[in-house]
């Protein structure tokens, strides 16, 4: 059984670039969820994406968009970046668009200069 | 307004005695909360998970209780160990966009 991986692990943009992270999900998992950790925060959601479809999205402007694959796997594109989108970026599967027991990765930390 | 809030931003206990952690909500009616571990520049790691209906949940050291008249939930750590350091965050779901609510965490340190 694979756990979640997400890439890259760290990465350094400046303001108004834009970025592409990635995550594969937990064998067997149709569900991806990212969200979006400050430091000293607990995580915030950003959306969801179900079966290729986004399935739920949280309190986050359009640069911030997704897309899932066949495969499941997913990624989280952001545009126009801000200084205020450095955080580190987690992603979590789950079954059937369950938020129980979610199963994350260790994140990519966004530095935006 | 909607809020979570964990009892402080960090507690510090010696091995062996029982550390207690609380999560307070506001204006949330949860179906179930969950209570993850995460470490320093990892992602959160799933701990338990209790339903409404259910007074408490054990898993090994581990107990959760979820009172949905208070509005709160305790988790603790009994005999606690240095290994146990780590920040504890409760969540639940809001029904709203498949979005789940976490709080700030709170950061554990057990001391030898």
């Known amino acids: 059984e694979t756990g979640v991986t997400q890439s890259p692990t760290h990465l350094i943009k400046t303001r108004g670039q834009q970025v592409t992270l990635r995550c594969s999900s937990q064998?067997?998992?149709?569900?991806v969820s990212w969200y979006q950790q400050a430091l000293g925060q607990g995580p915030q959601f950003i959306f969801q994406y179900y079966r290729e479809e986004e399935n739920g999205r949280g309190n986050f402007p359009p640069r911030f968009s997704g897309l899932q694959f066949p495969n499941y796997s997913s990624e989280l594109n952001v545009n126009a970046l801000e200084l205020d989108d450095s955080a580190l970026y987690l992603c979590?599967?789950?079954?059937?668009?369950?938020?129980?027991?979610?199963?994350f990765g260790s994140g990519t930390q966004l530095s935006v200069l | 307004s909607q809020k979570i809030e964990q009892n402080s931003e960090a507690l510090n206990i010696q091995e062996g005695k029982t550390a207690t952690l609380t999560c307070n909500y506001t204006?949330?009616?949860?179906?179930?909360l969950q209570w993850y571990r995460q470490d320093p520049g990892r992602g959160p790691v799933f701990l338990l998970l209790?339903?409404?209906?259910?007074k408490e949940k054990r898993k090994e050291r581990l107990k959760v209780t979820f009172d949905t008249t208070l509005k709160q939930s305790l988790f603790h750590i009994t005999a606690s160990q240095p290994a146990d350091s780590a920040t504890y965050l409760c969540a639940l779901d809001t029904y709203n966009n498949n979005d789940m609510r976490f709080g700030a965490g709170t950061r554990l340190t057990v001391k030898p």
């Open positions: 204006n949330y009616s949860p179906a179930y």
């Open positions: 209790i339903r409404e209906n259910e």
């Open positions: 979590a599967s789950s079954m059937d668009r369950s938020n129980e027991k979610l199963f």
């Open positions: 064998s067997g998992h149709n569900t």
